[in-house]
């Protein structure tokens, strides 16, 4: 690590488009189409313009799929790291049991080994779900970090958001009641720590937003600013690194397909913020802030920022047993 600059890590969530219409409702989405071969090919030139390696969060399901094999090797084979978002990317995984847990996540590490080679040691939960038995599970099969967490104070708004268009019974509105979280998660905390159970533990990362106002500072955010103006958009993701660089914060930032891809690559997904942008445009946006994000920081995948945080002995400890980051719902 460069003596100059703090640490920092940057990842993907590769949400494929059949995990946002289930999650939206749409019917079809079990077919589970998929645009991992366009993002794959727009993604993978960036990053390799601006030196970065990074961790994509795989869903099982996909890696389960041959249509998805290429893509998916493609970002192995370019020497990314490959982490675990589950298998069939449900957000209500809170409300599993830990059995269900076990099978979900292991499901999915078979599958991504399967395709890349690369046996899971990440995991972020869909939608940022979390519960202690997703946790002691992971614990349990030898993870060596989590970054579940998105300390925000916007989560109702959010969902407010995404239910105002969705196509949801009853039901599934239940399932999807603490989708993004609630206003006290903006309580958690934002720097890392540890997960401890007993002899187990777990290096906890989370998803950074702006430091104090604990607003999202991730690029899917920042481009939804940047419709009416790129530029103020741009402003505020440089103030938020600036932020983060004065209060000690190592930024961990947060990809998504849909900041590379836009309403001329994917038009069924117009309810999504931001997608009144093309996708060049989303491009543009995005590789600007992350030219930025590189200059200021030392930016490493996942793995690499835990390891070098797991040495850390002065990193705060917090129990699973005593967390309320997401109730489990009975």
């Known amino acids: 690590m460069s003596a100059s600059k703090q640490l920092a890590s940057l990842s993907l969530d590769a949400d494929n488009l059949w995990a946002y219409q289930m999650t939206h409702g749409d019917e079809g989405w079990d077919t589970y189409p998929t645009y991992l071969d366009a993002l794959a090919g727009v993604v993978l030139p960036m990053l390799q313009e601006l ?30 790291e490959m982490a675990n978002h589950s298998f069939r990317h449900q ?20 599958a991504i080994e399967a395709v890349t080679g690369q046996r899971p040691v990440g995991f972020r939960g869909p939608g940022y779900s979390l519960s202690p038995d997703v946790l002691r599970a992971l614990m349990d099969r030898g993870y060596e970090y989590d970054c579940s967490t998105l300390p925000t104070v916007i989560g109702p708004l959010a969902r407010k958001y995404y239910f105002r268009s969705a196509k949801l019974n009853a039901q599934q509105r239940a399932e999807r009641a603490h989708l993004f979280g609630s206003a006290r998660d903006g309580l958690q905390r934002l720097k890392p720590y540890r997960w401890v159970a007993g002899p187990q533990s777990l290096v906890e990362i989370p998803v950074t937003t702006m430091p104090l106002v604990r607003v999202p500072i991730h690029l899917s955010y920042v481009l939804y600013l940047a419709g009416p103006s790129p530029e103020a958009a741009y402003r505020y993701f440089s103030a938020a690194l600036r932020m983060c660089s004065l209060r000690g914060v190592q930024p961990s930032l947060l990809l998504h397909p849909l900041d590379f891809l836009g309403a001329d690559d994917v038009d069924s997904l117009q309810f999504f913020p931001g997608m009144n942008l093309t996708g060049a445009r989303k491009r543009e946006t995005v590789q600007r802030c992350l030219q930025l994000f590189a200059k200021r920081f030392e930016v490493v995948p996942m793995r690499q920022h835990a390891a070098a945080l797991a040495g850390d002995k002065s990193l705060p400890a917090k129990s699973p047993a005593l967390t309320a980051i997401r109730e489990k719902v009975a």
Not at 59 to 74: F, P, T, Y
Not at 91 to 110: C, K, V
């Open 51 to 80: 030196g970065l390696h990074i961790t994509f969060f795989v869903v099982g399901q996909d890696a389960a799929l041959e249509k998805n094999h290429a893509a998916i090797a493609s970002l192995a084979a370019a020497g990314h």
């Open 91 to 110: 957000p209500w995984l809170h409300r599993y049991s830990l059995e269900q847990i076990h099978a979900e996540l292991g499901e999915a590490e078979d």
